[in-house]
């Protein structure tokens, strides 16, 4: 069975935390929730609070299939430890997904070079050496990287991913019952 992670740390935008892990978790993907923060209650951006399922101490990468990285804030840059498991995950070919501010964390580290990708709008340039698209769609994956706007665009970006992790039948079949 697939197995994804999505990191939170304070300021997430819980829209797009909480959307991602009940389309993945609808969709039969063992999703796990890791605190990035030394607690796993996590303080969203609009202060609702989250309990997170593991704290980064206890994550055990190998054992996941992708890790997702929600928006809402750039604390990301700020968790050196997170930065080092992103960059070695990337190297190591995992498949890494950011939405809205989130792909600063993938551009800083040097991962979009050369790849299609979108991000908020207004943090276009943080995305070194990205392809960035015109008329930018909501969601755009290419090789192991998949990356999305922001907040409207959690739910499309949520089935992409559960499409790529699990397939494109349980997507299309989550979607429909969910009415979308």
Do not use: W
Request: hydrophobic share 50%; proline share 6%.
């Amino acid at each position: 069975m697939p197995k994804a992670a999505v990191f939170l740390i304070g300021g997430v935008e819980e829209l797009e935390a909480v959307t991602i892990i009940d389309v993945l978790r609808r969709g039969s993907v063992l999703t796990d929730t890791v605190s990035l923060e030394p607690t796993l209650e996590i303080k969203t951006k609009h202060a609702i609070s989250i309990q997170a399922d593991l704290l980064l101490a206890d994550f055990q990468p190998e054992q996941y299939d992708v890790l997702i990285i929600p928006g809402g804030t750039l604390a990301y840059l700020d968790h050196k430890e997170f930065l080092d498991l992103v960059a070695a995950r990337a190297k190591a070919g995992q498949k890494l997904a950011a939405i809205c501010a989130a792909p600063v964390v993938l551009g800083r580290l040097g991962l979009l070079k050369g790849r299609r990708a979108v991000c908020f709008p207004g943090l276009e340039n943080e995305l070194t050496g990205a392809v960035l698209q015109d008329n930018p769609p909501k969601v755009v994956t290419d090789g192991p990287f998949t990356t999305s706007r922001g907040p409207a665009t959690a739910l499309p970006f949520a089935l992409e991913l559960l499409g790529i992790i699990a397939d494109a039948e349980v997507a299309a079949k989550t979607a429909r019952d969910m009415l979308y």
